[in-house]
């Protein structure tokens, strides 16, 4: 019901945010709400700040029950291969340091597709809102997609490593 805004911030304009501002005083004068920011029960406020962190309050529309499950799903396997990819650039950069020669061309590939897939994960967590609002299906879809992805890269970089093609 309520959402925080700083106390530096802008507000809206003056008779909008009146009209808000009393609508929520309203409201918490018979209800009860935590703070958005820490949690502090803002029943009975006659201003709309909250008196435990000092932050001002905003009447504000959310939503509830977002399910993130199959974003976390579709994130995931980007997220563990760009990590791991940091790790395997470094045997990558230090072998022609040290004078034991370049590395394989397949682990530079697949640390190539680490660093890929870990930008991608980025990507899709910048567009997050985006992709947390379409349907569960499309959503499903996608997580799907980057596994298979994952999987096939796997399996061919398994492939290649034992000499199988």
């Known amino acids: 019901m309520a959402e925080v805004e700083s106390t530096a911030g802008a507000t809206t304009s003056g ?4 009209r808000n501002d009393r609508l929520l005083l309203e409201y918490l004068s018979s209800n009860d709400a935590p703070c958005p920011l820490c949690g502090y029960n803002v029943r009975g406020l006659t201003r709309p700040v ?3 962190c000092r932050h001002r309050l905003r009447l504000t529309v959310g939503v509830s029950d977002v399910s993130l499950k199959w974003f976390l799903a ?3 396997p980007g997220m563990f291969s760009g990590i791991a990819a940091m790790f395997v650039a470094i045997p990558i950069i230090v072998s022609p340091l040290s004078g034991n020669g370049s590395a394989p061309g397949f682990i530079v590939a697949t640390d190539t597709f680490g660093f890929l897939s870990g930008g991608f994960a980025l990507f899709m967590m910048a567009r997050r ?11 499903m879809w996608l997580a799907g997609i980057v596994w298979m992805i994952h999987v096939l890269a796997f399996l061919a970089l398994l492939g290649v490593a034992f000499g199988f093609y």
């Open 50 to 52: 909250c008196p435990e």
């Open 74 to 76: 579709a994130i995931v």
């Open 15 to 18: 008779e909008a945010a009146d």
């Open 129 to 139: 809102k985006r992709i947390v609002s379409m349907p569960a299906r499309s959503q």
